[in-house]
Each structure stands twice: as structure tokens, then as C-alpha cells.
């Protein structure tokens, strides 16, 4: 009974030794972007603070999926697609704010993001698209209803 107890001891020792040690650092770089990681800026003029691990949830970011580009029939019907529901998703924007589920700025911000991405979605970018609208512009080929693909 002893033994297992020290050894109990033993591990709940190391595991407080070990998260003691971890450390995180914030710093803001020249362009105004903040920073956290586990190691200070390489940049020695910016100054790093030590934040504490208490109630600091980290979790591991999204890739974005790997998508192959699209062919020529499936950047016409991703198109065709989205400039048919267009109108769709300019008024479920309006019905939101109609419903207060938005404000005046979210809904400006909205109709903003919803005009570049018209901007962005033709079949000149299609092939040379980023792998976020590469992985939007195959849902919007498969998907003739394309609010869901947002």
C-alpha cells in the first residue's frame, strides 16, 4: 500500500514540476500583430511578457484542407452557382438585421465580405485560388444552394 502511494507521490511531483516550466510568451511585433508562443521573439528590441498558464485554454489551429484545383467545368458551375444564389445570401443578410440578430455595422461588414467575395469568385481566380477559397469554390461547384458551403 505504501509503494503505491510513493509512486503516486512521485508522478504527481513531476507533472507539477513539468507544467511549472512551461511558459508563454506576448509580445505585439512592428506591424502591430500579437503574439503567443513558447519561445520569446527572436527579435530582441521587442519586449515579451511572461503570461500565466492559469485559465489559459490552448488548443491546436485548423489547417486548412488540402483541396486539387478545380477543372473548367467545375469553376463554371461553382460560378454559375453562387452568382445564382447570390441574391439569397444578400437577403438572409437583410433578414438578420430585420430580426436584430445583427447591428448596423455587422450588417455593413456583412454586405462588405459578401461583395469581395462576388469580387473573387470568377472563373479567372478559380484556377489560382488560395486553398480557403479553393476548398469554398469546390462545395459552391457541388452545392446549387450555395449558403451552405459559407
Not at 485548423?62 to 467545368?73: A, E, G, Q, W, Y
Not at 433578414?95 to 465580405?113: G, H, P, R
Not at 484556377?127 to 480557403?132: E, I, L, T, V, Y
Request: hydrophobic letters at 30%.
Amino acid at each position: 500500500m505504501f509503494k503505491g502511494s510513493r509512486l503516486f507521490l512521485l508522478l504527481l511531483a513531476a507533472s507539477i514540476v513539468s507544467s511549472a516550466d512551461a511558459k508563454i510568451y506576448k509580445w505585439v511585433d512592428e506591424q502591430g500583430n500579437t503574439h503567443f508562443s513558447d519561445k520569446p521573439p527572436k527579435n530582441k528590441n521587442i519586449k515579451a511578457t511572461e503570461q500565466s498558464l492559469d485559465n489559459m485554454n490552448v488548443t491546436n489551429m485548423p489547417r486548412p484542407v488540402k483541396t486539387n484545383p478545380l477543372t473548367d467545368s467545375e469553376c463554371q458551375k461553382a460560378v454559375d452557382n453562387f452568382n445564382n444564389s447570390y441574391q439569397n445570401h444578400r437577403k438572409k443578410i437583410e433578414q438578420q438585421l430585420e430580426n436584430k440578430s445583427i447591428n448596423d455595422v455587422q450588417f455593413a461588414d456583412k454586405l462588405t465580405e459578401l461583395e469581395q467575395l462576388k469580387k473573387q469568385i470568377t472563373l479567372e481566380n478559380c484556377g489560382k485560388a488560395d486553398p480557403k477559397l479553393n476548398t469554398l469554390l469546390h462545395c459552391m461547384a457541388k452545392n446549387p444552394n450555395t449558403q451552405v458551403c459559407s
